[in-house]
């Protein structure tokens, strides 16, 4: 295989990765780096900058340079085919038997995840690929260890959106001009360059979920790749569209203008509650008590900071005539216990009835089996419609003030919420390093996004001297390395089997140095 110049591969190359590794798609893939990484690194810099801005004192707020944006009155395009009805999101990493079980699962979308659902593994990066391809052609297939084999069925299947790396997170293996590429670019450029002429031809298009952006700036550098993307390859402009997370504090001051940048690209805004948590942590952890949030389980989507933000996200969208999509309900059944799976029917059922109540045009879940739970509740909801784009919400009045209201959460800071913390951060640590980045940990569903609120908490409640209020102990590193060696004890294997993850915990948990994401450590010890 000729490699284009200033392109190198460091990554193996394992049968059939020359098929997505082509000269071609390389090629591609320099001119995305070259043309775009700089200013990638310079809006890290800009979020770098606002951090220490928040440190100092300073205050979220909505944009005063960009309140013309939010007054005026402007549209996204119109829903694109596979995207108008959305009622039943499926989220998973792509790997082949999750590829074909969220296919098959009924939902309406698959979100293909490259993110916090997977691990940036060498392997799963490019086989993920692979799948992806191979299911839009229709023969992928898979078969267990067990023997049991899994097929693309006949019929309709879910529309498949990828979601790419974030842009803080590079990709070691595909070098260009000696440096590393952008997971993002990578992740959203093999894609593209592959499978968007392969789904333009089944009626659809290429379709992005776009994830941890903090600023319109970033959505506006992600609307600039876009244009590149399709002139470079010949498909017409607004062919591309993109779902952005808000799922960051500061990007949530920002959703009216973050539509606008990508208007006519823009599929809508998911509220991505489970980083938008680690967010608020992140963003103001050395603030003190007002955002000292309580245990990690107490806080629900009821909360009055995150009732506001979801309140919020729906009249934004709805506004603009873009998609409101839910969040995740991190409750997953079980084939096992009865007693479980019921609790956790419940849960999801609650949680979607609020989201379609609220006008959410659709929802996700992270398992099959709660595919039907959600439809059925926005069934009821929507009847024949395919969304519900024309409830404006203008009911809905929220001020920065009600999206800061951190203070309000009721909770407890409990020395239970801080072993379940540390347990869950080592046990989805520990699998992540090995190469799974979703997993079902105490009957919860368990990613990138909910272990980051578990070390960040403890890290903030750490280093804000708190005091524990069932046991009064204050929290300090060696109640942290105690409870880490207990909690171990009580899991199986041995526990040298954690003493990489319990290190990496260490690390992002209570070194004084806050890690801005614990998968770019994590990265550094990936083969």
């Not at 070098?175 to 392969?198: K, N, Q």
């Not at 997370?245 to 001051?253: K, N, R, S, V, Y």
């Not at 569903?445 to 960040?456: H, L, P, Q, W, Y």
């Not at 109640?479 to 060696?485: P, S, Y």
């Amino acid at each position: 295989m000729t490699i284009p110049a200033g392109v190198e591969v460091t990554g193996p190359m394992h049968p059939r990765y020359d098929e997505i590794l082509t000269p071609e798609a390389l090629a591609f893939l320099a001119d995305l780096h070259r043309a775009f990484d700089p200013r990638r690194r310079d809006l890290l810099d800009l979020r770098r900058r606002r951090e220490a801005d928040l440190a100092d004192g300073a205050m979220l707020d909505f944009l005063p340079e960009t309140r013309e944006i939010r007054e005026a009155d402007w549209r996204v395009a119109e829903p694109a085919p596979g995207l108008v009805d959305r009622r039943v999101e499926i989220t998973g990493p792509t790997d082949a038997k999750m590829t074909i079980n969220a296919l098959n699962s009924g939902a309406k979308v698959w979100l293909a995840d490259h993110e916090d659902a997977n691990t940036p593994l060498w392997e799963n990066v490019i086989s993920g690929q692979l799948n992806l391809r191979d299911a839009i052609d229709g023969k992928l297939a898979f078969t267990s260890p067990e023997g049991k084999q899994y097929a693309l069925r006949d019929g309709d299947l879910a529309t498949i959106v990828v979601r790419p790396r974030g842009w803080h997170l590079t990709e070691k293996h595909i070098l260009v001009d000696g440096e590393r590429t952008s997971g993002s670019l990578v992740d959203f450029g093999l894609y593209v360059f592959h499978c968007a002429r392969r789904q333009l031809d089944r009626g659809v298009g290429p379709y992005f979920y776009l994830p941890k952006m903090e600023s319109h700036l970033e959505a506006r550098l992600w609307n600039d790749v876009f244009v590149a993307a399709q002139e470079r390859l010949d498909i017409a402009r607004g062919t591309i569209r993109a779902t952005v997370l808000i799922e960051t504090f500061p990007a949530a001051f920002e959703m009216d203008e973050i539509l606008y940048e990508l208007r006519e690209h823009s599929a809508g805004l998911n509220a991505g509650r489970w980083d938008y948590m680690f967010s608020v942590i992140k963003k103001f952890r050395t603030r003190g008590a007002d955002f000292l949030l309580p245990d990690r389980n107490a806080v629900t989507m009821t909360v009055p900071f995150m009732r506001a933000y979801t309140e919020l996200l729906v009249r934004t969208c709805h506004r603009r005539g873009a998609h409101a999509i839910g969040g995740m309900a991190a409750f997953i059944p079980s084939r096992r216990d009865p007693q479980v799976n019921e609790t956790a029917m419940a849960k999801v059922r609650d949680d979607k009835t609020r989201e379609a109540g609220d006008g959410f045009d659709g929802s996700w879940v992270a398992h099959p089996d709660l595919v039907p739970i959600c439809r059925e509740v926005f069934d009821a909801v929507l009847g024949d419609r395919p969304n519900q784009l024309d409830r404006t919400r203008d009911d809905v009045r929220v001020a920065a003030a009600d999206l800061l209201a951190v203070h309000a959460t009721p909770g407890p800071h409990s020395e239970t919420g801080l072993r379940n913390a540390v347990s869950v951060g080592v046990q989805y640590l520990a699998s992540w390093l090995r190469g799974s980045g979703a997993v079902a940990i105490f009957n919860l569903m368990e990613d990138a996004a909910t272990a980051e609120i578990s070390r960040s908490q403890v890290w903030q409640w750490l280093h804000n001297d708190l005091t524990l209020d069932d046991t009064g102990a204050r929290v300090t590193r060696e109640l942290v390395e105690r409870i880490a060696d207990e909690e171990i004890a009580k899991l199986p294997g041995d526990p040298g089997d954690y003493a990489a993850a319990r290190a990496l915990f260490m690390e992002v948990a209570v070194a004084d140095d806050f890690a801005d994401f614990l998968t770019v450590p994590a990265y550094e010890r990936m083969p």
